[in-house]
């Protein structure tokens, strides 16, 4: 069984950080692409970040604010989130495109989210 499991959420005041991280365990093979989604109250699930390589891609609304990382290694994948904004309060979620065994395809894996809140 393959699994995501995100730690590191919780409530923090305008301006402060929050790091939030996201491992991968189970019967691995390869790991491509990471990254990290999230959900307002009401709201669809968007992007936040995503690294693949050693490319990274990330939302209009936390470029210059958030950065994603990733230990290939240990197969986790960092969100450092500094000078956070009311309007970043979320369900956060880790997302990884993982395949298990050499002749299998990438499948989409998801966590199961963790709470950021941005409140004084």
């Known amino acids: 069984q393959v699994q995501l499991v995100e730690s590191g959420g919780g409530l923090v005041q305008p301006g402060g950080s929050l790091s939030l991280s996201c491992a991968a365990s189970g019967s691995i093979f390869s790991i491509s692409a990471m990254g990290w989604y999230r959900q307002a109250p009401g709201k669809q699930r968007e992007l936040v970040a995503t690294i693949s390589g050693p490319w990274t891609n990330y939302a209009d609304s936390v470029k210059g604010r958030f950065t994603i990382s990733r230990d290939n290694a240990k197969n986790t994948v960092y969100l450092q989130m500094n000078s956070l904004k009311p309007e970043d309060t979320a369900v956060y979620y880790c997302?990884?495109?993982?395949?298990?065994?050499?002749?299998?395809?990438?499948?989409?894996?998801w966590g199961q989210g963790t709470q950021v809140t941005v409140s004084s």
């Open positions: 997302h990884a495109d993982m395949k298990r065994n050499r002749g299998g395809n990438y499948a989409s894996y």
